[in-house]
């Protein structure tokens, strides 16, 4: 299959024309009524999904995507107790604050009520910077916060996974993608290779602690150059995924990285999700990419793009898998 780069926006999968006439064809035919592929159990997904559709469950029944129904519920809710939107104005019993304001009445008034004194004296369990109290990290991204459950759910589905699936994220930064990740597969499922320290602490400092989702024990491990090393040699991922990672990383780089991961795919099964572009692999041209992808038992599977359940945003991802062990 190659891979022939016809616009910016993606890659076109183009297969030969065949003009078969005479002895040929008969030859062709028979070889085709009497042989048949290799078994494959990888159904490829949509190639658009988008929020707000039937409800996506596991295979263990589980939820992941909301459904129609989800969304006339809520709506009804919103028009059953007359709501609507209003000017974020002041109002009696309510102070609102910006997130720097709010940090400075951290760092000045240390909040309503506080303990006085030595740092033994504070009965806080795991003291968290005001700078992460206040959140200033969910505006670190390009995109409304709320556009990591999209992420997720694209993923998931197009995954097929299920809680006890194992999940690698290359770059998960202070957890935006991998919370809802983290939250819905088993204790110790979710594997993430992160180089950005202030990314770090935000996950293991405000996400995990105050999303209840310390005991998921995720495998977070500070690293570069991908090195995958510390995830041990035994496991098999069923997705491995990047948001927006490739696009800062040298092509070479990108290369060596799949290059160590192609054995830690499951066959078949396993996918790969690249989002926004695969620049590593077109700047190389068609026959060239899919020459190196197939000497890895990788190849594309399709460009794929999910709607935003919250706002008017739709972002692209590329697939791949391992098509041999």
């Not at 000017?87 to 006085?116: A, C």
């Not at 390009?142 to 995954?159: I, K, T, Y």
């Not at 770059?171 to 594997?191: A, S």
Request: hydrophobic share 35%.
């Amino acid at each position: 299959m190659a891979l022939l780069s016809s616009s910016s926006k993606g890659v076109v999968v183009s297969l030969p024309v065949l003009l078969l006439t005479g002895a040929a064809f008969s030859a062709v035919l028979f070889f085709f009524l009497f042989s048949s592929p290799p078994p494959c159990n990888c159904p490829v997904p949509p190639t658009t999904a988008v929020g707000g559709g039937g409800g996506y469950r596991s295979g263990t029944g589980e939820r992941i995507s909301t459904s129609t129904e989800d969304i006339e519920w809520v709506k009804k809710q919103i028009e059953g107790n007359g709501l609507h939107m209003a000017d974020n104005v002041l109002r009696k019993g309510i102070n609102p604050r910006t997130r720097q304001q709010q940090l400075q009445d951290l760092l000045q008034f240390k909040g309503i009520s506080h303990y006085e004194g030595e740092p033994t004296n504070n009965h806080t369990a795991l003291p968290c910077p005001g700078e992460l109290l206040v959140e200033q990290h969910h505006s670190n991204y390009g995109e409304p916060w709320a556009g990591g459950r999209d992420v997720f759910e694209f993923l998931a589905e197009s995954a097929h996974l299920t809680p006890n699936a194992q999940v690698l994220e290359i770059g998960c930064g202070t957890l935006r993608v991998g919370l809802h990740f983290i939250r819905y597969l088993n204790p110790e499922h979710f594997h993430c290779l992160e180089r950005d320290e202030l990314s770090l602490m935000a996950a293991f400092r405000y996400e995990l602690p105050s999303q209840g989702l310390l005991h998921k024990r995720p495998l977070i491990v500070r690293g570069e150059d991908m090195d995958f090393s510390k995830f041990g040699s035994g496991t098999m991922y069923d997705l491995i995924y990047a948001s927006a990672v490739f696009l800062h990383i040298p092509d070479k780089l990108v290369w060596v990285g799949l290059e160590r991961l192609a054995a830690k795919l499951k066959p078949q099964e396993g996918r790969i999700f690249v989002s926004h572009n695969i620049k590593f692999c077109s700047r190389l041209g068609g026959e060239e990419c899919t020459k190196r992808l197939n000497d890895l038992g990788i190849e594309y599977i399709g460009k794929f793009t999910h709607d935003s359940l919250l706002f008017n945003h739709y972002e692209i991802w590329f697939g791949f898998r391992r098509f041999r062990a």
